[in-house]
């Protein structure tokens, strides 16, 4: 029931430079400090050779959740499931519900007489979620086969995927893009960009992120402000809106972060519409990648590590060197009307 469109301002950031190219960032936020700091963090990180990072995994999970009349039953599907040798007749009927649709594994896990069947499969450049829907529903009337007494519940009722929810699952396992982001900062760099040093960097990073996380029960994410720039991206590149470790090596600042589940699409869904396309297209991977399919979305997943790289040393060293409040001050209370420059 569409009535309009809400606009939210956007902003750019960089170059980042990642992995020896450099990109310009699109942000949608209507925190104006965010894309400023940033940017400035961005220079930090291109003065000393830029960030590298790594893809780790690639799959997107749907988890159904199916029921028996006893547990032995349900146990029985489970075996099933987890026998190697079944796994190509499966793996050929999920296949069948697209042509990037690749089934990866299954990880059954039960509970009394309750299966839920957690699915994983790779989705070219669209994110996947419809994809991989079609994917089990074929899986599903497959098993019906050989366990017609098996009752579906729901094809994405077992929350074992787990989807647009802070979960262990998908901090252990992954889901969509697990990414791995590093960054070496020289000590000279921290003091003349960042304003700060690097003992004071580790020590933060010790008490907030690590310590401050535990106390506060923070399941996995122990970062400063990662969703920050995710929602950012998101939003600018036409994602579904809905994590860090620092360390001391010698005398400069080595950074990384691990995000495990970076859910992004370059096709399909938010990402066809004009403002987010040209957003896309803006960093070289707009729609779905000609060579190598799944490319396109890979790379955003690396760009958007990369800036969570940025965005989490920027607000660590606007802490360290007292800058925090003065900057907020500075560019979230501006007098200026922004309103005119939005048309």
Not at 253 to 274: D, K, R, W, Y
Request: with cysteine; proline share 3%.
């Amino acid at each position: 029931m569409p009535i309009g469109f809400m606009q939210i301002p956007v902003g750019i950031a960089g170059p980042l430079l990642l992995d020896g190219v450099e990109y310009t960032v699109p942000m949608a936020t209507t925190e104006r400090c965010l894309v400023a700091s940033t940017n400035r963090r961005y220079k930090a990180t291109h003065a000393c050779g830029g960030a590298s990072s790594v893809l780790l995994r690639d799959g997107m999970t749907r988890a159904p959740v199916v029921r028996f009349s006893s547990a032995k039953r349900a146990a029985q599907l489970k075996i099933y499931l987890e026998d190697p040798l079944n796994f190509d007749a499966l793996s050929l009927t999920f296949n069948k519900s697209s042509r990037f649709a690749r089934l990866q594994s299954i990880q059954p896990a039960i509970a009394g007489k309750n299966l839920y069947i957690r699915f994983c499969c790779s989705t070219g450049d669209a994110m996947g979620m419809n994809m991989v829907s079609k994917g089990v529903q074929n899986v599903l009337d497959f098993l019906l086969k050989d366990f017609p007494d098996m009752d579906v519940i729901g094809i994405s009722a077992g929350n074992y995927c787990s989807d647009k929810k802070a979960a262990a699952v998908n901090w252990i396992e992954g889901r969509g893009k697990s990414v791995v982001c590093e960054a070496v900062i020289k000590e000279e760099v921290v003091k003349k960009v960042l304003k700060t040093n690097v003992e004071a960097l580790v020590e933060l990073n010790m008490l907030k992120n690590l310590t401050g996380s535990a106390i506060a029960g923070a399941l996995g994410g122990f970062n400063a402000h990662a969703s920050n720039i995710v929602s950012a991206i998101y939003l600018a590149t036409g994602q579904d809106p809905a994590q860090n470790v620092d360390y001391h090596d010698g005398k400069d600042l080595h950074i990384s972060v691990t995000m495990p589940s970076i859910e992004v699409g370059t096709v399909g869904g938010g990402t066809q519409l004009a403002s987010q396309s040209a957003c896309l297209n803006l960093l070289g991977v707009e729609g779905a990648s000609k060579d190598s399919p799944g490319a396109n979305s890979r790379l955003l997943a690396t760009i958007v590590a990369g800036s969570v790289l940025a965005g989490e040393l920027s607000l660590m060293s606007a802490i360290a060197a007292g800058q925090l409040a003065k900057s907020h001050m500075k560019y979230n209370r501006s007098s200026k009307d922004i309103s005119k420059i939005v048309s």
